[in-house]
């Protein structure tokens, strides 16, 4: 039976639910066929159907037995234990027997009866014969669940073909649905990478994925952290449960293709014209049929079996004895070039069997399981390299793996001396990108940056001493580390006209290419231009994307980078796009750059005013960034979710963003580093009192106008303007002048409206702010319109636009925390009536709070008319939802 351990309707079938119950409620439908792959859900499915029906049906199960395959009527027996047959039992005889049986149990009115057929495939001949004639007779209504292959008896095939059974094939779970399924189980959101490599190790069964969920929990691999799932230090283990899931599903196929698929595994991946000539050819394209194995496109067109956890099970389960038969044969039929996935492979396959590698070949191994996020297997090839001439390779790849675990003390003790003593420029660039990695990993100075280039271009001219090599027309490594390190230093005046040369100059590798791209998108970024540096990154993406040994890290940052610049330029159809398009580079990726997709969420959220989702997605970018944080995003995300959290009222995250903060290693580019600080300190300000809060935003505004990085100089300020500082609208208006993007366009029109006191401006400003959905902006615009409004010869015009503000102020979900109409526009409340509005935000009622004033209730009620009046509210309840931190601070002038 097939119940994929669902106790409830499978992620992603509501409609296919529905589709079912419309066809068999259908007058000319007999029943339906649910065919598909072990595990993906059959039954969970059929009992959703039977849900759905609810009590107008009355269901039969039949639970068919391998071994009873061969027995007439053995399915049946359950119904006709007090019915004797006789023997030998006819078919006619059975049939009436059956009926008599369905009759006695639905009475004239009772409900239909449905029969579902659990692993159909096993079914003996005579029941599905039985079966398929009560069917079309319409005495029932048939549920039938089997497998692709082998198919259905064919009594049942004859009613598909005939047009009485409607079939559905089920098809593997998609990455939404693999999340919904896990966050259903788990009682809680996974993080998107992980619950996508779970489900791309699965092959999207979700059988399979259960297993792989429980686990994670057995081992302690997946936990729970602030109410967010994830994965730590997940390796992919065979326990007994995954082996019988794989020996079940591959019990009925012959033993050529069982052999096909061993090999496959053992190889993976195997060049498909070695597999011609270890195969028949139509026993490889069954297996594709079938979905077990993949065969790739390009020049070696890959072979793999269907699923990563497939692929470990088949290797666990081959005898080494056999496997060294395999590997004999496989080595036989190779031919010509050997791919650098196979040949990792292919090392390691030799070192299990015992045999002699090279250490050239160890290397090539080793780095290549370090590219493809595979420390396990780097260590196992770097640790079986003995020659001293690659010594220090050797040290760097193990150094590698060790970082990839999380381990960087370790990676540094190991990257001592490696560039200095490196045998060959590719160590001493390895050794040397590493080592930038670790340092700053491990908190280190940027400045640590310039000794690491100087050290590797010391070891560059070692190297290349008598080379007569031609001088490179762009920058060479070390260079371009130290330009990394100026990068991250914020100097941008600095080195834009060496990376425009770069970038001018098409001549370079597509690696050194993209390198070289990513620092001029960043500059671009971090100096307001994000439509420049969108199309800088999106270059990076087409360089790389079709690369299977492209540099995935460089990749996926670039795809990052590339989405944070579709933010900025309001961008929202297509903001997720580009980290949900791209090819998939095994699943360890996800599990390393998990951060990505739910930091840019959350990013969009928040400059739209969706504070409640904003939150929500931080919550997990911060979490995921904890486990790996590559470009050390990390204090920017913290930053974010602090901002998010305190304009939802919740004091207490922002305190926990904060300590995190304070307890972050490194800080990352300057540029991130001033708008994480930002974020934090206008958190702070919203929950604690602006006054502080204004002064660090000054400061940091001012920083960032210094070192020339006029994004992070734009939001912070903006930050500071919402706090209350209008001060800042000089330098704001000047900023967003020459800014790219609808956002740079709507603040602009909100500073000048602003500055210039004009209620009109502002309440066009508005307007083209909620049509680019900056809402949060267009109800700011509305706020300070009204206060204009409220003191000029026009209040009727003022309260019309406070109903409006009241209605966008509703849209903007959970915001508690934020004074909407600025510090400005709620001095004119007298001290009273702020303590009056302080006990009715609490919850006191006007008897309560005319107790605790020694009012009367009556004169209460005249102190709340006068406070709606000068507020453009309406009702009691709006106080609670405009959330008047400088109500709360005191910050509003004395009585």
Known sequence: MDTGGLSQ??????????????????????????????GLGKTALARGVLRQLGPTVKPFWIFPAAAMAQLPFSALAPYLDSFPLPEPASWLAVLRRLEEVLRRQLDAGEPKAFVIVEDAWHLDTDSSKVLAHLAATGLVKLVVLSRKKPEPPAAFVSLWDEGLLQRFDLSPLTDAEAAELCGQVLGGEMVAGDSTALNRIAGGNPHFLLSLIRQGQRSGELVLRNHVWMLRNFHLRVDQQLRDLVREQLAARPAAERTILEAVALAEPLPLAWLQRLARESDVDTLEEDRLITIARGP?????????????????????????????RVLAAADGVVPEETQTRLVCWSLECGAA??????????????????????????????????????????????????????????????????????????????????????GGHVLGLRDIAASWRASERRLCTGSGGSAATGPDGSRLLMLHALHLEGRYADIETELAAGVADTGADPVTRARILYLWAELLAATGRPDSAARASGEILQLLGGSSTAEFRAYELARFKYSLALVRLGRWNLVARPLEEAPWHGFRSGLHFGGGQPLVAGLAALRQGDMVTALSRLSVAVEAL?????????????????????????SDMVDRYGEAYNRVPYQGSLHFQLLGEAHLAAANAVVQGAAAGICALAGLADRAQRAGLLAAERDVRELALRLGDNGQLPRLVELTDRGEGPEAECLNAYARGLLERDAEQLLAAGERAQERRYFLLAAECLGKAVSFLNGSRDPRRGRAVAQLLHL???????????????????????????????????????????????????????????????LGINRREDLKTVGLTTVRSGTLSPR
């Open 300 to 328: 070696h067109r890959l072979v793999r079996p269907a699923s990563p956890l497939l692929g470990a099970v088949l290797r666990d389960l081959v005898p080494p004895a056999r496997s060294m038969m395999i590997r004999s």
């Open 357 to 442: 590698v090279s250490d050239e070949q160890l290397l090539a191994a080793a780095a290549s399981a370090n590219r493809h996020f595979e420390p396990q297997v780097a260590l196992q090839a770097a640790e079986a390299m003995t020659g001293e001439l690659f010594r220090a390779a050797a040290k760097v790849q193990l150094a590698e793996a060790h970082y990839h675990l999380g381990d960087l003390p370790r990676a540094a003790s190991l990257l001592r001396d490696c560039i200095e003593s490196a045998a060959d420029p590719a160590t001493a660039e390895a050794a040397s990108r590493l080592a930038a990695r670790v340092h700053l990993g491990m």
């Open 626 to 650: 904890l486990e790996s944080d590559f470009d050390q995003l990390l204090p920017y995300a913290l930053g974010l979710a602090a901002y998010a959290a305190s304009l939802l009222g919740r």
């Open 808 to 870: 966008r102020r509703n849209e903007l979900a959970g915001i508690s925390a934020l004074p909407l109409f600025g510090p400005d526009d709620t001095t004119s409340l007298t001290a009273r009536e702020r303590e009056i509005v302080t006990m009715v935000t609490n919850g006191n009622t006007n008897r309560e709070i005319a107790e605790l004033s020694s009012l009367s209730v009556r004169t209460v009620e005249g102190h709340l008319y006068r406070i709606f009046s000068k």
């Open 9 to 38: 309707d499978q992620p992603g079938c509501s409609g296919l639910v529905a589709t079912i119950v419309a066809a068999l409620q259908h007058p000319d439908r007999k029943g339906v066929l649910l065919a598909g792959d072990a």
